[in-house]
């Protein structure tokens, strides 16, 4: 009987699989396999979360110079001590990996490495939870309705940052202080209402702050805990934490089709806790007392 072009005899591919070995002939496949290696933090990272980054524990000026251009009367300077390191995740959480862990997004660009946006400050404390339930964390939340209770920011399960632990985490590790996350150049940080061709943009695709940080200035607001108080330099100068209650919830960054003055690292804004918006995203902390 005649071969049919591209079939190989019987004995000449158990001559091959005697040569090189199953392990060689599936090579091709172990590389795509080796995507998610034992160690499940891994996968988890690149396909439900986004990296995490230790951010020391510090003092700092929150707020912003009387000088600064954009400046708003609610960025009133004051020293804030942070007591307690903690991680955050490096870039906003992606479509990708929201999808991942929640089976869907309702987000109005499209696209696997591009922020998650028109998600509600309901959605992202549900999304926190649930990546804590799966990588056997405590939840942080107890969720009951419109009802959301923070046990302490000791919980070691994932959450939102708070206010002042953003706009820390935003700051350079070292002084001097930028305008925005990383420079005080904004298109080298940040997709705004000039450079963004009135879409997000996939996440790190902008210079790391200088903590290796991505997208704090730009690309989509973020939802951070805190109700918002505009005086927020009488809260206390240790772990501040807004108040129990209030109309708004406080969103941090800017987003891609805003100014470069609503980028900068002090800017403070507000929405309805929810309210789902294509300029609004989020990203997580974990503490690490």
């Not at 000026?61 to 600064?68: F, H, L, V």
Request: a negative charge.
């Amino acid at each position: 009987m005649r071969q049919k072009p591209g079939q190989w005899p019987l004995w000449i591919v158990l001559g091959v699989l005697s040569e090189v070995g199953c392990d060689n002939l599936w090579s091709a496949f172990l590389v795509e396999r080796s995507f998610c290696p034992a160690d499940e933090a891994s996968c988890l990272e690149s396909e439900v979360r986004p990296r995490l980054v230790n951010v020391p524990k510090g003092t700092f000026k929150m707020g912003s110079p009387t000088g600064e251009s954009g400046r708003g009367s609610n960025e009133t300077e004051h020293q804030v001590t942070l007591t307690m390191d903690f991680w955050m995740a490096e870039s906003e959480v992606t479509q990708r990996q929201y999808r991942n862990l929640m089976g869907g997004s309702l987000s109005s660009f499209q696209g696997d490495g591009l922020p998650v946006e028109s998600v509600s400050w309901f959605d992202a404390v549900v999304y926190c939870n649930a990546l804590s339930e799966k990588e056997k964390l405590p939840q942080c939340y107890q969720i009951s309705g419109a009802t959301v209770l923070w046990a302490d920011v000791k919980c070691t399960g994932y959450r939102l940052p708070t206010e002042a632990e953003w706009e820390y985490a935003a700051n350079p590790a070292r002084p001097p202080r930028t305008v925005y996350a990383g420079s005080d150049v904004v298109n080298e940080v940040a997709w705004y209402y000039a450079n963004s061709g009135s879409t997000t943009h996939a996440v790190k695709t902008k210079t790391a702050n200088g903590r290796g940080l991505y997208d704090l200035s730009g690309n989509v607001w973020e939802w951070v805990w805190d109700w918002y108080q505009s005086n927020y330099e009488a809260l206390p100068s240790t772990d501040p934490i807004g108040p129990s209650t209030s109309g708004s919830r406080v969103i941090r960054g800017g987003s891609w089709d805003l100014t470069a003055s609503l980028a900068r690292v002090a800017q403070r804004d507000v929405a309805a806790p929810t309210i789902r918006y294509d300029r609004l995203g989020f990203r997580f902390v974990r503490s690490n007392p």
